[in-house]
């Protein structure tokens, strides 16, 4: 009985041909849902800048939606925005875990979050009383 040649040497083709996973803009709070899930189950290899970059940037998405949903909650519009303004508000918290889960550190993303939704009020605050009078 021989040793075949190569024996365990297989390359899995499925893991070679992964390609990275790409984030853009995103207004859709399913499209975003379903990215970070993706992102969960199918990122494989993590280094400095990737998956950090690509989830920042959902990150950033997030933050300007809020912004927006944010504005609308000084009209009449209200009713509409708030509970999409808590939908957001937890992608912020599937962002974080995701950020916990690559090994990033989830204080460092929750007081950069914090501070971005306190700039966002702020901007609120410049544009309804300040710039608009209301």
């Given at each position: ?95 974080s875990r995701l950020f916990k889960r690559f090994g990033y550190s989830s204080l460092l993303y929750w007081l950069i979050a914090i501070g971005a ?18």
């Amino acid at each position: 009985m021989g040793l075949t040649n190569g024996w365990g040497d297989e390359i899995d083709e499925e893991l070679q041909n992964k390609k990275q996973l790409k984030v853009g803009f995103s207004w859709n709070f399913i499209s975003t849902n379903n990215l970070i899930t993706r992102f969960d189950q199918e990122v494989g290899e993590v280094n400095e800048n990737y998956p950090k970059s690509e989830i920042v940037k959902m990150w950033y998405s997030t933050l300007i939606v809020m912004l927006i949903f944010e504005m609308l909650m000084h009209s009449v519009l209200a009713i509409v925005a708030l509970p999409f303004f808590f939908l957001y508000g937890m992608i912020l918290f599937k962002l974080s875990r995701l950020f916990k889960r690559f090994g990033y550190s989830s204080l460092l993303y929750w007081l950069i979050a914090i501070g971005a939704i306190a700039l966002c009020a702020g901007a609120n605050y410049l544009v309804w009383y300040v710039l608009l009078g209301m």
